[in-house]
């Protein structure tokens, strides 16, 4: 392999890594304003979801608790 074809195999790889990112990154987005639209707290700077009681078993929230490694705090209320 010369050197040309190893520079177009590295921008490749390049290209598909910032996809799968930012793929990522839209998912995290999404699961975000669902949360909010039911009204539960959370803090994308510190990666917590702060549900009540009842809405600590909702699919958004177990989505960003296993997929992307947020911290579930729940409220007694």
């Known amino acids: ?34 949360l909010k639209a039911k009204g539960i707290q959370y803090n994308s700077r510190k990666k917590t979801v702060n549900p009540t009681s009842a809405f600590t078993n909702d699919k958004h929230v177990q989505r960003l608790l296993q997929e992307h490694n947020y911290n579930v705090q729940t409220i007694i209320v």
């Open 1 to 34: 392999m010369n050197s040309y074809q190893k520079y177009i195999e590295n921008l490749e790889q390049e290209e598909w890594f910032k996809a799968v990112a930012q793929k990522k990154q839209e998912q995290i987005y999404y699961l975000q304003r669902k």
